[in-house]
Structures are given as structure tokens and as C-alpha cells.
């Protein structure tokens, strides 16, 4: 009895319908890449990453805006509420002391906070298949994560000062909920749009990328949706000691399933962008199999005097 019959029947039945064969190409695209792992490596990051650079905004913000709390008050709300598991436990904290200690403190939390873009960064390289000696060197690296912070701050304090003057425009109701989720929506697309673009290599055509960043962006406002369910339900009901250990694995598990998210997103741009679908479960490989293992192959040459060459067996 031929155990996996019905997988190469959904082989051959995936391969003859597009629409079947391009989720499967991407799914197996995820795994040969082993990007779960890559993900983990993100959410890991993420997960030390994202107190230092959040203490790093509220601080700042104190400074920029110390003269007019209203507006420091509305850019904190708004960006602290994009992350609903820790956003109210650092809205009443900030960095203090001398200015030599929060200019230092400041330093070493960016510091520590550029571990996620890194990480991302390796994320999309691994993904495009982009061989190691065409990526940035180490302070190029550092300079694309400077760069992407400021740009995510800045498009936080421009939309915040949008949602605000939309809260005083006088609307109400579901007006106001629909015009809610559409600038979230719209800070989702600018937020990835913005990490897509600094953090994929310079190779890859912007035009490649709208499409995962779409889909990125959906579907973080889904996790946003449920990580706030997550904290009405969960949380806000459970004594001090399951709290503590239900915030962390909370957290955990949303960064978690942000950075699955992400890298499927990229996934889809890649299998788009390279055409690299149908693909088979079994051997012989399609073309579009060959592409992606010759790629992957590729990504190996470390030196500018190396050249990987890849065959495959008729």
C-alpha cells in the first residue's frame, strides 16, 4: 500500500491549478529556507529589543515635547497602543537622571534595540536568496536599523498628529471606528513599507515588494485586534503571579506569530517577483524548483573571488 498516494495525488492536482500552486510554492519556499527558524530569531530579538527601544520614544518625546504634554500625551497613547500587551506598563516610564546618564541611557537601549533589525535584516536576505558577499557590512548593517527607527518614529508622530485632529473633527460613532482602523491600516502600510524597503538588498526593485507589504499589514492589524482581546480577557482577570508568567508567554507568542507573519509576507513577494511556482513535493524538481535550490546554493559564496556552480542530474 503506497502510504503517500494521496500527497502525490494534491501534487499532481496543485501543479495542474494556479490557484492551488502558488500557496504551496510559498509554503514550500518557507521551508526551504527554514524560516521558522528565521522568525523565532526575529521574536527572540524582538522580544529584548522592544523595552529599550520603546523607554528610547517615550524619553524623547519628553524632551521634543516638554512644553505641551496634550501632544506627548496623544503620541504615546497612539504608539503604545499598537503594542497591547506592554503598552500600558511603559506609558508611565521613562528614562531620568543627569544628562550625560540619559544620553548614555538612550545610547546603550538604540543599541540593544537594533538586535531586531538585524535580525530582520538577516531575515530578508535569507529570503531573497541574497549571497553573503552582496550584503551590507557590519556598520551598513547598524547605519539601515538607525535609519529605520527614525523613520518609524517619525511616521508614529505624523499619524498620531492625524489621529488627533480626526478626534477633534467631531466625528463619532462608527465613523469614527471605520476612520480608526483605516489609519491603522494606513501606519501598518507605512510601518512596513518603510522595514521592507531599508532592510531587503538594494537588488531587489521596490515594485517587488507592495504586495507582501499589503498582506503584512492586514494581517498585523488582525494580531493587534486579538493581542488586545488578549488583554481585556486574559490578563486584566488573572491574579499577579499568573499575570506575570500570562504577559510573558502573551508576548512571546504575538511577537512570535508578528514575525511569522512578516516572513511569510516576504515569502510571497519572492514567489512572485521569481515566478517560482508550481513547485513538487517529490522528486524530479520543476524548473522552479531548480531556481530556488540554485539560489539557495548560491547564497553561499562568501568571497568576491568565489562562484558556486550548481547542476542537477537529467
Known amino acids: 500500500m503506497d502510504l ?35 522568525a523565532a530569531l526575529v521574536a527572540y530579538y524582538a522580544f529584548f529589543s522592544l523595552f529599550p527601544l520603546l523607554l528610547v520614544f517615550v524619553t524623547i518625546l519628553g524632551f521634543v515635547f516638554h512644553n505641551n504634554p496634550s501632544v506627548q500625551h496623544s503620541i504615546t497613547n497612539s504608539v503604545l497602543a499598537r503594542f497591547p500587551i506592554i503598552g500600558s506598563d511603559i506609558k508611565a516610564h521613562e528614562l531620568h537622571g543627569t544628562a550625560v546618564a540619559i544620553v548614555l541611557g538612550i545610547l ?18 535569507k529570503v531573497w536568496a541574497v549571497p553573503f558577499k552582496e550584503r551590507p557590512d557590519f556598520l551598513r548593517r547598524r ?6 527607527m527614525v523613520a518609524l518614529g ?24 471605520v476612520a480608526g482602523y483605516a489609519l491603522s491600516l494606513a501606519i501598518n502600510f507605512g510601518l512596513f513599507a518603510a522595514a521592507f524597503r531599508i532592510l531587503t538588498s538594494p537588488s531587489v526593485p521596490t515594485s517587488c515588494l507592495w504586495i507582501g507589504v499589503a498582506i503584512a ?40 506569530l508578528g514575525a511569522q507573519t512578516t516572513v511569510y509576507a516576504a515569502e510571497i513577494n519572492v514567489v512572485l517577483a521569481r515566478h517560482l511556482w508550481p513547485r513538487r513535493l517529490f522528486d524530479p524538481p520543476r524548473p522552479e524548483d531548480e531556481e530556488t535550490l540554485r539560489r539557495l546554493a548560491k547564497m553561499e559564496e562568501r568571497s568576491q573571488q568565489e562562484t558556486v556552480d550548481v547542476h542537477f542530474q537529467r
Open 4 to 38: 503517500l498516494r494521496p500527497i502525490r495525488a494534491f501534487d499532481r492536482r496543485q501543479q495542474k491549478h494556479r490557484w492551488l500552486a502558488f500557496p504551496v510554492a510559498v509554503i514550500k519556499k518557507f521551508a526551504d529556507d527554514q524560516a521558522n527558524g528565521l
Open 217 to 256: 499589514s492586514v494581517l498585523w492589524e488582525i494580531l493587534q485586534f486579538f493581542g488586545g482581546y488578549y488583554v481585556q480577557h486574559v490578563l486584566r482577570h488573572a491574579n499577579s503571579t499568573y499575570g506575570t508568567f500570562a504577559l510573558v508567554l502573551g508576548l512571546l507568542v504575538w511577537l512570535h
Open 154 to 177: 517619525v511616521l508614529f508622530v505624523l499619524s498620531s498628529i492625524v489621529s488627533g485632529a480626526m478626534s477633534s473633527s467631531g466625528l463619532g460613532g462608527p465613523a469614527l471606528k
Open 108 to 125: 546603550a537601549s538604540v543599541w540593544a534595540g537594533l538586535g531586531v533589525t538585524q535580525a530582520a535584516h538577516n531575515a530578508f536576505d
Open 143 to 148: 547605519l539601515r536599523g538607525l535609519i529605520l
